[in-house]
């Protein structure tokens, strides 16, 4: 892998900072406060063919490496790292269809996708399901030669604003699958209204409740020679890196934020950005930045040229990144002093979605959890 992008990506994250620049700067604290379409603004990322960079052309995407959706999502969250996770719950549902899918699925879900007129979302957390999966109750029933689920999930990502939902459950027998479930649905499937939270206002979370809820006739993914087991964790790992994608944005955002206020603050006589406390502070945010984007970069290079590795990288970036979001912005926001801790500033907004990044997607200690393993502990 090299460890610079190459000229054409270059000028694809260029399209990437463009559309990032005109379409969410201007909404970034509306979004939050749910004053602009979360909904609204992914359809403009689908029409222009965001929404499906990594699917295939013949279902209507850009046939692009794993890595620009990475480089994409970086550029949304320079500005608004809550999109970060509508992201990868959307992308953890092309990249399942694409791996896993049957021919018929790809051929109705895909397209929709890409377009961004369909909006994916996982459900696969419980009261009692969380990293344990094992303890999902969600049951599916067939009865009459009709296939119906019923349970209740929760955190899920995009759930009121998504067409299509792929639900982690078992079957009468106790046998994990998952299962391709049309959104919204009428009295059987009830979504709640959002989860407050502490950050990444801007995207939904919702409790997702099934009763008897009837499923088309192909709605459950082949896991073929894998296994359920590994199929959740390979979503996990695709939702991880755009995630990690999202804590560089963060942290990107955050150094900017900080150095314009160094440039343009004066205290005694001259800019703070003259003391060697705020040079050495913003010189550490830059270098664990750019540390978390090689590594996040690294990941995402994996996923199509280095499989063996991906779990592993994937690991490492979303524990890096995400602990360098949360203790650089919180380093960005001192420099700021006052002004950082304003409602009107993007840090303010920034420090609590970096706090979110090391639970959301597997948390940190997780992250340490399958290290280790590849260590063989």
């Known amino acids: 892998m090299n460890t610079t992008l190459s000229t054409s990506q270059e000028a694809q994250m260029e399209q990437y900072r463009i559309f990032a620049r005109e379409q969410v700067a201007p909404i970034a604290q509306l979004l939050e406060t749910r004053q602009s379409s979360l909904k609204e603004l992914l359809f403009a990322a689908g029409q222009k063919g965001y929404m499906g960079l990594s699917v295939p052309k013949e279902y209507g995407g850009s046939n692009l490496p794993f890595l620009d959706v990475v480089l994409f999502t970086e550029q949304l969250a320079y500005f608004e790292p809550g999109l970060g996770l509508s992201l990868a719950s959307h992308t953890a549902v092309i990249e399942l269809l694409k791996k896993y899918g049957s021919d018929n699925q790809k051929s109705r879900y895909l397209p929709l996708l890409a377009r961004g007129e369909c909006i994916g979302a996982v459900a696969f957390n419980e009261a009692k399901a969380g990293t344990d999966f094992e303890a999902t109750e969600t049951i599916v029933s067939v009865k009459d030669g009709k296939s119906t689920i019923s349970g209740s999930k929760t955190w899920v990502v995009n759930a009121d604003i998504c067409g299509l ?8 027998e106790g046998a994990l699958a998952m299962y391709l479930v049309d959104a919204p649905a009428a009295k059987t499937m009830i979504i709640s209204a959002d989860k407050p939270k502490l950050g990444m206002r801007s995207q939904s979370t919702n409790d997702v409740q099934f009763t008897e809820h009837v499923l088309p006739g192909e709605s459950a993914l082949s896991a073929g020679s894998s296994t359920v087991h590994e199929q959740v964790l390979f979503a996990l790992d695709i939702a991880k890196v755009v995630m990690s994608g999202a804590a560089v944005g963060l942290s990107e955002g955050a150094l900017e934020c900080a150095a314009e206020y160094a440039r343009t603050r004066e205290q005694f006589g001259q800019s703070i950005g003259n003391l060697q406390a705020i040079q050495w502070k913003l010189a550490d945010i830059s270098l664990d930045s750019r540390a978390s984007r090689l590594l996040t970069y690294r990941a995402a290079w994996s996923k199509d040229n280095d499989t063996a590795a991906f779990r592993k990288n994937a690991a490492m970036a979303k524990a890096m990144s995400a602990r360098t979001a949360r203790l650089q ?12 801790i304003s409602a009107d500033s993007p840090l303010e907004r920034f420090y609590r979605d970096s706090k979110v990044m090391e639970i959301v997607e597997g948390t940190s200690e997780y992250q340490k959890v399958l290290l280790t393993k590849e260590l063989g502990i």
């Open 165 to 172: 939902i792929i639900v982690l459950a078992k079957s009468a």
């Open 329 to 340: 912005s919180a380093e960005a926001l001192q420099v700021m002093g006052a002004e950082g």
